[in-house]
């Protein structure tokens, strides 16, 4: 048996390599990240605040900024780090953090804009009755069962990712760790594991994207 020992870190390549590179990129992410901070914010602070936008439709809006300011956070502010600083280091539990917040936040936006078409669908098809059924608890349990299916999308494929076995040379190429870049550094063959994962993805993925287009073609049939 191979005596390998067990990675305790993962050293991340950041965005570039070349330290002339960095100063142009680093600069220009940490500027598409600040206004895609500040359009979110100024989103969620309008549907607050106007009473008129109280409805529905900008309920989802508001709670989609939310989950774009989270996922574009879960990623780039360390990212740029790393290529500030020239060290990639992240420990064992960071990396599974970091995987299982970025795929829960990703599905999670996936699904509520599966809830936010059916919104539109039920505004068109049934305008009378559209008041009435997506009251404001049935938006929030929506939300809440975006947030869950989520989560349990993401334990999965985190679990699937982290439980085989790692070992050096144990430096990921890409800016944060993501599912195909950490399952190549596994000291065994994870194809089978990198398979079930596709699957399960092409399942959800397309059921959601499914259900989306199929409200969108239905509505306007209609």
Same mark, same amino acid.
């Given at each position: ?12 390549? !950041?965005? /570039?390599?070349?330290? =002339? $590179? ?13 206004? !895609? ?26 709670? =989609? ?33 970091? =995987? ?49 299916? !989520?989560?349990?999308? /993401? ?29 190549? $550094? ?15 993805? /092409?399942?959800?993925?397309?059921? /959601?994207?499914? $259900? ?11």
């Amino acid at each position: 048996m191979s005596n390998h020992t067990r990675v305790t870190h993962f050293i991340l390549r !950041g965005f /570039s390599d070349a330290p =002339l $590179l960095r100063l142009v990129v680093i600069p220009f992410f940490l500027l598409v990240y600040t206004f !895609g901070l500040l359009g979110n914010i100024s989103i969620i602070t309008a549907v607050m605040r106007d009473s008129r936008l109280h409805s529905p439709m900008y309920f989802f809006l508001k709670n =989609l900024s939310f989950l774009d300011m989270c996922y574009t956070s879960a990623t780039i502010p360390k990212a740029m780090v790393i290529s500030f600083t020239g060290s990639g280091v992240i420990s064992y539990i960071e990396c599974v953090a970091q =995987l299982y917040i970025f795929i829960t936040l990703s599905a999670t936006e996936c699904f509520l804009l599966t809830a936010m078409a059916y919104d539109r669908f039920l505004a068109i098809l049934r305008p009378l009755l559209y008041g009435t059924i997506m009251s404001q608890k049935c938006r929030a349990e929506m939300v809440a069962s975006a947030w869950a299916s !989520g989560a349990i999308y /993401s334990a999965f494929h985190t679990f699937n990712t982290f439980s085989l076995p790692y070992c050096g040379p144990n430096i990921v190429e890409h800016f944060f760790c993501d599912i195909p870049p950490v399952m190549r $550094l596994s000291c065994t063959d994870y194809h089978l594991n990198e398979e079930v994962g596709f699957a399960v993805s /092409s399942c959800i993925v397309m059921s /959601s994207f499914a $259900l989306t287009v199929l409200s969108y073609v239905w509505s306007q049939v209609y």
